[in-house]
């Protein structure tokens, strides 16, 4: 497939959708931007797409919880037809709100407790800050299995979120996600190092084992907390007036790996 197509989802107080989708098209996706709704009136329309996104920012205002109504109306409206989806082969990706969602609709981890209403494996719950963070972290990837971190060592990415922890269920838990290759992303310490950290402010929101993005048992699901589609270029880096960066933005590869499955 010379050019897969790109659906961006959003709801009412989403903000990333524009940056997301020029990403996936800097990528040499065709990617579409469209309203829950229009999924709702049509689940069908998921057909015509190879790769689905949730992106950022905050929708239905995060009321209740990050991610939660958005996430209820996949998991009661919508999680057939993405579990097909899924099962076809094509990739879901879910960025800082949309992992929430992810997370949240038992799509992320296929989790037939989380579609009855139970608790799922893991969630992102409020920052052991307190507050609202807004900075730059160091990122390494862990493992081959997730599609879109391959051929990826390590990422400096921005980070945006007031409940971005993430929490197992319990440490069995968590041991199983590890130990089936699931945890895709680590927040690592600054220094050359670049080893996964608990500290803050290196590790932001407190999240255990440093986890910053999973994925589900294929590789192909995937929910982080970074945004890389906001440093695809590299006047997006911090310091890139100081000759710190590469050529182009260390996200866009996230955006690129997604694009070459399909090739």
Request: net charge neutral.
């Amino acid at each position: 497939m010379a050019q897969p197509r790109a659906l961006i989802l959003r709801a009412p107080g989403t903000n990333c959708d524009v940056e997301t989708a020029h990403a996936f098209g800097r990528a040499g996706a065709a990617p579409q931007t469209l309203h829950v709704n229009r999924a709702l009136e049509n689940p069908r329309l998921f057909d015509e797409y190879q790769i689905f996104c949730v992106p950022g920012g905050f929708s239905y205002g995060d009321d209740i919880a990050a991610g939660r109504i958005f996430g209820n109306q996949i998991r009661h409206h919508l999680a057939e037809r993405l579990h097909a989806f899924r099962e076809q082969g094509k990739l879901i990706l879910g960025i800082c709100n949309g992992f929430q969602v992810l997370a949240k609709s038992g799509v992320l981890f296929d989790d037939a407790d989380v579609r009855a209403g139970s608790r799922p494996p893991a969630t992102l719950a409020w920052n052991a800050s307190g507050k609202f963070e807004d900075r730059w972290v160091r990122l390494v990837v862990e493992g081959s299995r997730c599609v879109f971190f391959r051929g990826i060592e390590s990422m400096y990415l921005p980070v945006a979120h007031a409940e971005g922890q993430f929490i197992a269920r319990d440490r069995e838990t968590l041991a199983s996600l590890a130990a089936r290759g699931q945890i895709a992303l680590r927040y690592a310490a600054m220094d050359d190092a670049r080893q996964p950290t608990d500290r803050y402010p290196d590790n932001p929101n407190g999240s255990m084992a440093a986890v910053a993005g999973v994925c589900d048992a294929t590789g192909r699901v995937c929910g982080l907390m970074p945004h890389p589609e906001r440093h695809i270029d590299r006047t997006q880096h911090p310091r890139w007036t100081r000759g710190e960066g590469t050529d182009e933005g260390e996200g866009l590869r996230v955006f690129k790996n997604a694009v070459e499955y399909f090739r």
